[in-house]
């Protein structure tokens, strides 16, 4: 797949491209899987989540999960919960311990396709959010990426993705606490924002954790209620976090090229497809 390796120490990851099974989980395929934690898809909503396959042409991506989008509340969206429970959990709340103690870090990576960029609520639809008010989050706010923590001590954003959104996005959040507070966003491999001075201790609250829908009473990173969000309308294929780990620009790029075209492979394809084509006309 690609031609890059994914960056190894991940704690949690999934992947629509191996949740084969037809079930409602969406598993951690992390080995062991160490955090108990997987996600539980809505199926039951009037506008379900739904698998979806051939959706890309990335070689790393076969299949996605489909959210229907254009919801407020616990719905349309994938809860995280306790391995064969259906027990709201936060990563502060992990089966093996706490994430989010103040001084540890996080790095969160998804890959994700919208289906509009235009949207209703003032701050966009829910990627990812964890822990309520005092938590994070990750969320497309019309033809912009933000990404939040600690009740709105920290925002930044990306500059418009309009030009990318026909295809799977890639986007990787970093809170550095031992650096400073210091906030990272990239898209597609490369540092889109920064910031530093962030305060706060945990980086997360007690709340459950979700993809694409709010998780539990709060909104991750902005807090009181919904928060004038609603939940995602697009495409989700993969996503990863990084317990007490800041990924480095050159890890994100990594991570980006294990799951893109190998371009070598594609100019070698392009090469043969031309000269096959001379070789014929050469012969009539």
């Given at each position: 797949?690609?031609?890059?390796?994914?960056?190894?120490?991940?704690?949690?990851?999934?992947?629509?491209?191996?949740?084969?099974?037809?079930?409602?989980?969406?598993?951690?395929?992390?080995?062991g899987?160490?955090?108990?934690?997987?996600?539980?898809?809505?199926?039951?909503?009037?506008?379900?989540?739904?698998?979806?396959?051939?959706?890309?042409?990335?070689?790393g991506?076969?299949a996605a999960?489909?959210?229907?989008?254009?919801?407020?509340?616990?719905v349309?969206?994938?809860?995280m919960?306790?391995?064969?429970?259906?027990?709201?959990?936060?990563?502060?709340?992990?089966?093996?311990g706490?994430?989010?103690?103040?001084?540890?870090d996080?790095s969160?990576?998804l890959?994700?396709?919208?289906?509009?960029?235009?949207h209703?609520?003032?701050?966009?639809?829910?990627?990812?959010?964890?822990g309520?008010?005092?938590?994070?989050?990750?969320?497309?706010?019309?033809?912009?990426?933000?990404?939040?923590?600690?009740?709105?001590?920290g925002?930044?954003?990306?500059?418009?993705?309009?030009?990318?959104?026909?295809e799977?996005?890639q986007?990787?959040?970093?809170?550095?606490?031992?650096?400073?507070?210091?906030?990272?966003?990239?898209?597609?491999?490369?540092?889109?924002?920064?910031?530093?001075g962030?305060?706060?201790?945990?980086?997360?609250?007690?709340?459950?954790?979700?993809?694409?829908?709010?998780?539990?009473?709060?909104?991750g990173?902005?807090?009181?209620g919904?928060?004038?969000?609603?939940?995602?309308?697009?495409?989700?294929?993969?996503?990863r976090?990084?317990?007490?780990?800041?990924?480095?620009?050159?890890?994100?790029?990594?991570?980006?090229n294990?799951?893109?075209?190998?371009?070598?492979?594609?100019?070698?394809?392009?090469?043969?497809?031309?000269?096959?084509?001379?070789?014929?006309?050469s012969?009539?």
């Amino acid at each position: 797949l690609g031609h890059g390796a994914v960056t190894a120490g991940y704690g949690f990851y999934v992947d629509a491209s191996l949740d084969t099974d037809g079930d409602d989980r969406w598993e951690d395929q992390t080995a062991g899987n160490p955090t108990g934690q997987e996600f539980l898809l809505d199926l039951t909503s009037e506008n379900p989540v739904t698998r979806v396959t051939g959706v890309s042409s990335y070689p790393g991506i076969s299949a996605a999960y489909n959210f229907p989008g254009g919801q407020t509340g616990n719905v349309a969206g994938a809860a995280m919960v306790t391995t064969g429970t259906t027990t709201p959990r936060s990563f502060q709340n992990a089966a093996d311990g706490d994430w989010t103690n103040a001084g540890q870090d996080v790095s969160l990576e998804l890959w994700f396709r919208p289906s509009s960029l235009s949207h209703t609520p003032t701050n966009g639809q829910t990627l990812f959010e964890d822990g309520g008010g005092t938590g994070i989050g990750l969320f497309l706010n019309d033809d912009l990426i933000d990404f939040r923590r600690a009740n709105g001590a920290g925002i930044i954003s990306s500059s418009s993705i309009s030009g990318i959104a026909g295809e799977f996005i890639q986007v990787v959040g970093v809170w550095d606490f031992t650096a400073g507070g210091v906030m990272n966003l990239y898209v597609n491999g490369a540092l889109a924002s920064t910031t530093s001075g962030i305060t706060g201790g945990d980086w997360s609250g007690g709340d459950g954790a979700a993809l694409g829908t709010r998780g539990q009473a709060n909104t991750g990173g902005i807090g009181n209620g919904q928060a004038d969000t609603e939940s995602f309308d697009g495409e989700m294929a993969i996503f990863r976090a990084y317990r007490d780990r800041v990924l480095t620009a050159s890890e994100v790029a990594d991570n980006y090229n294990a799951v893109i075209p190998e371009p070598s492979a594609t100019l070698f394809c392009g090469l043969g497809a031309i000269a096959l084509l001379r070789r014929r006309r050469s012969q009539r």
